[in-house]
Each structure stands twice: as C-alpha cells, then as structure tokens.
C-alpha cells in the first residue's frame, strides 16, 4: 500500500522558535498533500491542502503566515510554524492523495511541544 | 461534519463480540466516506471505505453501512481483539472548491479481556 512518511516524529522548541515538518510520501508521487491538526482526545481538522508547483490554500481560521506550507516536488510536502508559541503544540499530520482516487493515506504525525 | 467534541465518545466490549460504531455526517452531497483507525501516538490507518451508491460494503472482519436517508454511517467490526483496541474516525469527502475530508468527532473503542 502507499507509504507516507514525517520527520521529525517528534519536536520540542522553545516559544518564538520556527519549525519545519516534512511529509513525504515514499512510493508514489502526490500532486496533493493535505497537513492536519489534532489537539488531544479531538478529531483532525484540516489545516491546508498542498498542491504541487502552486500554492497551499488554507482552511478558515489558519494563519497562513504563520504556518508556511511548500510543496516542491510530487514526494514532498513541507510545513514550517513560524514563530511557535505554546498554544501551536499540537500533533500535526500530513496526507497524501491517490493521483486519480479520493483516497488520502496518512503520515504517523509529529508531536510538537513549544516551551 | 465538522468536528468540535472536547472529549471522545467510548464503546466497550469484550473481546470476541462483535461491536458497532456510529457516526453522522453533515453533506447531503458526500460521494465517498472512510472509516480510519488511530492508535494512540499515530496516524489513521485506513480501514474500510465505501461510495454514496453503495449502502453496504464488507472487508476481512468489517462491514461499513451507509443510510443516506438520514446521513449515518456505521462500522461493525466482527469478533473483536485486543488489538482493535483504538480511537475510529469516520471521515467524508466534500467538495469546497476542492476535494478535501471532513472527519468525525471519533469513538474510543476498548476491548476487555
């Protein structure tokens, strides 16, 4: 089946810090990743969907300034918090889309800690 | 729908039952829903999915049910073990200017021995 990766797994930064998550997927190339937010004991919300050679466009409420979002290549997806302040320690998880499929296969997350 | 619980609903059962998670979705208009498995620390694994024409779909110990009519879904998952101990999401597809998923609140299932 698709493999989708993230590094680092887990990440701890210091408030006013920037931290940058990638998301690969491994064996198939992904014209659309989408990055995701779940504070404990709730649901994913979609933060943003990342197209390939075009911008990320970003669900209401997101600071897109603040959460950058490049998708450079058809494997790789990245998303850099700028400025993390406690309340962004959350654990983030990226998607990758079936070229063609409705079928999105996730990432094992990244737990980010801001101090 | 859009998911704004503070806590997870849970389902117990004792291993070797049968169990069922239930779950709303908000789209009159989705075409595709998934069920995902989270275990603690980790992302969704895909489970079983199932399109808006089709009302019952089975995998290997699963069978999603889909009622249109009043917008349910639901997951069976047959002779529970141990290890289906976790966290189900079921998940719609929606079209806002582009295809995306819009998950559930989640149900915490445990299974005891």
């Known amino acids: 089946g698709a493999v989708v990766s993230q590094h680092p797994s887990r990440v701890i930064c210091k408030s006013g810090t920037s931290v940058k998550i990638e998301c690969r997927s491994l064996?198939?190339?992904?014209?659309?990743m989408f990055w995701y937010r779940q504070f404990p004991k709730q649901s994913l919300m979609l933060m943003a969907t990342?197209?390939?050679?075009?911008?990320?466009?970003?669900e209401q409420g997101v600071e897109k300034d603040k959460f950058l979002i490049n998708h450079a290549s058809l494997t790789l997806s990245t998303l850099t918090v700028t400025s993390a302040h406690p309340e962004d320690s959350s654990f983030y998880i990226c998607s990758a889309r079936v070229p063609g499929s409705y079928e999105q296969y996730f990432g094992p997350g990244t737990r980010l800690t801001v101090t | 729908g859009e998911s704004v619980g503070l806590h997870l609903p849970t389902l117990s059962v004792q291993e070797g039952d049968n169990s069922i998670i239930n779950c709303a979705y908000s789209?009159?208009?989705?075409?595709?829903f998934i069920w995902y498995k989270q275990e603690s620390g980790k992302g969704p694994q895909f489970i079983i999915d199932i399109r808006s024409n089709m009302d019952k779909r089975q995998g290997q110990r699963v069978t999603v049910l889909l009622n249109k009519t009043v917008k349910h879904l639901s997951l069976q998952i047959a002779a529970t073990q141990p290890g289906d101990s976790a966290v189900y999401f079921c998940?719609?597809?929606?079209?806002?200017?582009?295809?995306?998923?819009?998950f559930g609140q989640g149900t915490r299932l445990t299974i005891n021995p």
């Open positions: 990342s197209n390939e050679g075009s911008k990320a466009t970003y």
């Open positions: 998940a719609e597809n929606i079209f806002q200017g582009a295809q995306k998923l819009v």
């Open positions: 064996d198939f190339q992904a014209t659309t």
């Open positions: 789209n009159s208009a989705s075409d595709y």
